[in-house]
T-cell receptor, first 113, second 115 residues
């Protein structure tokens, strides 16, 4: 089954770029997602990338996918204090016997003013 | 508001007890997923129901069970509770049986504390 790993903490200064990394084991993962969890809240879908894509950009967010290395990253440009949250990487295989998402443990992003 | 409603928001109970967590999916969604979030294990997939039928099981203990009712709401039953069951339990919903570019919509969770 899928296993997803992320570094647990990242600290950046306001205005800098943040890069959150994720590795996954299941090469058949069809969709890969980034979710954001703010304190006391549920997970909110930020963006996704389909497995046949290398990059996806959505305003301040850039997702890079390296299928060969099974590596996914989320870059947040011009990071703001409101971006402080836990970011989860998740992957799943469309049409597999288990159509569920498997998540990493989350990366806590701290943005210092 | 995500559209996924979880009740109660907080629950404190003693070891050995049984509790029921409730989830109402977003209107129109047929799939319901349950996840457990703890500090050391991260976000663990428990179980998935689609249109009333169990679709997949993850790391769900035998003391835990779930069901999805004809009106599509779901309940997660936790019995013989142990201190280690203290966690945040999330419900998520989606329209389809399989994953898609829409991902899942998560509720705000039920925080369970076992004392």
């Amino acid at each position: 089954g899928e296993d997803v790993e992320q570094s647990l903490f990242l600290s950046v200064r306001e205005g800098d770029s943040s890069v959150i990394n994720c590795t996954y084991t299941d090469s058949s993962s069809t969709y890969l997602y980034w979710y954001k969890q703010e304190p006391g809240a549920g997970l909110q879908l930020l963006t996704y990338i389909f497995s046949n894509m290398d990059m996806k950009q959505d305003q301040r967010l850039t997702v890079l996918l390296n299928k060969k290395d099974k590596h996914l990253s989320l870059r947040i440009a011009d990071t703001q204090t409101g971006d402080s949250a836990i970011y989860f990487c998740g992957g799943g295989n469309y049409g597999g016997s288990q159509g569920n998402l498997i998540f990493g443990k989350g990366t806590k992003l701290s943005v210092k003013p | 508001d995500s559209g996924v409603t979880q009740t109660p928001k907080h629950l404190i109970t003693a070891t050995g007890q049984r509790v029921t967590l409730r989830c109402s999916p977003r209107s129109g969604d047929l799939s319901v997923y349950w996840y457990q979030q703890s500090l050391d294990q991260g976000l663990q997939f428990l179980i998935h129901y689609y249109n009333g039928e169990e679709r997949a099981k993850g790391n769900i203990l035998e003391r835990f069970s779930a069901q999805q009712f004809p009106d599509l709401h779901s309940e997660l039953n936790l019995s013989s509770l142990e201190l280690g069951d203290s966690a945040l339990y999330f419900c998520a919903s989606s329209l389809r049986r399989d994953i898609s570019n829409y991902g899942y919509t998560f509720g705000s969770g039920t925080r369970l504390t076992v004392v």
